[in-house]
């Protein structure tokens, strides 16, 4: 039955007496388990027993299909992959700013934020595009924020 044992080391050595417990347990469930097997596992299955000694043929058929097997895997997992972007892309917002856009930045909790503080602070205007969506923001005071914000934490600012 390729039962192997495994020692362990206990990192608290105030749970050794529960460690045995568990352990006694497991033994002598699995005692019970072997002492009571039955005798049809030596036996062999009527499903063996009218397996074809002839089995010349199985491995080139086999070897036919299986160009016709990967095609139908495939579009299979085609129309799964569609079926799950079409799922995503439902739930998806696309949120896309161009330079000179009034922004909202998100705010990031330090500390302890209670439920009634700002979500969102702002405006900002969007200075420049750094990559599909990523962009350098700067206040109304004209100062530009020190590193570019992704467009997961921004949302547009209505006047």
């Given amino acids: 039955m390729k039962i192997t044992q495994s020692f362990t080391s206990v990192a608290y050595p105030q749970a050794n ?3 045995e417990v568990v352990n006694r347990v497991i033994v002598q469930a699995l005692k019970t388990r072997l002492q009571v097997l039955p ?3 030596g036996q062999t299955s ?10 010349d043929q199985s491995p080139a058929m086999e070897l036919d299909l299986v160009e016709e097997k990967r095609d139908r895997a495939f579009i299979r ?5 569609s079926r799950v972007m079409k799922s995503y892309n439902r739930k998806v917002r696309i ?11 998100k ?5 302890d934020v209670g439920k ?8 900002y205007k969007i200075t420049r595009r750094v990559s599909s969506g990523s962009f350098y923001l700067e206040d109304a005071q004209g100062h530009s924020l020190k590193r570019p914000w ?6 547009k600012y209505y006047v």
């Fill in 39 to 41: 005798v049809e596992i």
């Fill in 95 to 105: 949120r896309d700013f161009e330079v000179e856009d009034l922004v909202m930045k």
């Fill in 116 to 123: 009634l503080e700002a979500w969102w602070e702002g405006p």
């Fill in 150 to 155: 992704n467009v997961f934490i921004l949302k």
């Fill in 46 to 55: 009527s499903r063996v027993e009218s397996y074809p000694d002839n089995n």
């Fill in 77 to 81: 997992m085609e129309a799964y992959r």
């Fill in 17 to 19: 007496g529960q460690t």
């Fill in 107 to 111: 705010v990031n909790p330090a500390g």
